[in-house]
């Protein structure tokens, strides 16, 4: 059983689209990371959130730290192809651990 | 180059047989991860080191072993290799592993293993 649980498994969409991704707990975080995975690479880090009920802003992207920090969300506002990947959150309490991830698929 | 990196790329070894996935470092990374990602089951960690000579068991460590007398290493070895254990291998260093650190993960391209 996985501590960091993520729906929807997978989600394929149109262009221009909305999307949100859902990254949840019992557990409480200090913080919760985002990454990014494309095919046949490695993650890459999207952003770290610490403080309870946070929202940062990268480009079309918003993440929102729950305010009793045990969970965490990922909007896609306007979808492109080039946000098709695998995105993972995760967290860091010197054992690096991720949740199974969700498969977006953005279709042109 | 400065980075990450893993080698080999690919590897089909013979169930039964010892193979060893390389993993370098060029930052002085203090922690390093290994992890293996098998569909529907995301990344799962197998061992991570907080430090050269410091090593522990991560989610599913059995039938791997691993060492780092250099900071800039982190080899996995598969004592004896096992259908199973056909995936694809990541490894990753971070300088920090506590909110008040950097604890970005950063990622090699992965290794990805065929047991037959």
């Known amino acids: 059983t996985q501590l960091l649980e993520q729906s929807p498994q997978f989600l394929s969409i149109q262009e221009g689209e909305n999307l949100t991704v859902y990254c949840n707990s019992s557990s409480v975080f200090s913080s919760l990371q985002w990454y990014r995975q494309e095919p046949g690479e490695g993650p890459v880090l999207l952003v770290t959130v610490v403080t309870g009920g946070e929202v940062k802003k990268l480009k079309r992207l918003t993440f929102q730290f729950g305010d009793a920090r045990k969970d965490s969300s990922l909007h896609i506002t306007a979808a492109q192809p080039g946000d098709t990947g695998l995105y993972l959150c995760?967290?860091?309490?010197?054992?690096?651990?991720f949740g199974a991830g969700t498969t977006v698929t953005v279709r042109a | 180059d400065a980075g990450i990196t893993q080698s080999p790329r690919y590897k089909i070894t013979e169930t039964g047989r010892q193979v060893t996935l390389m993993c370098h470092q060029t930052?002085?990374?203090?922690?390093m991860f290994w992890y293996r990602q098998d569909l529907g089951h995301g990344l799962r960690l197998i061992y991570y080191s907080a430090a050269a000579d410091i090593t522990d068991k991560g989610e599913v460590p059995d039938g791997y072993v691993v060492s780092r007398s250099k900071t800039e290493n982190f080899p996995l070895t598969l004592e004896s290799a096992t259908r199973s254990q056909t995936s694809v291998y990541f490894c990753?260093?971070?300088?920090?592993?506590?909110?008040?650190?950097?604890?970005?993960?950063?990622f090699g391209q992965g290794t990805r293993l065929t047991v037959v």
């Open positions: 990753a260093s971070s300088r920090g592993a506590a909110v008040s650190s950097n604890t970005e993960a950063f």
């Open positions: 995760a967290f860091n309490d010197y054992k690096l651990s």
């Open positions: 930052w002085s990374h203090s922690y």
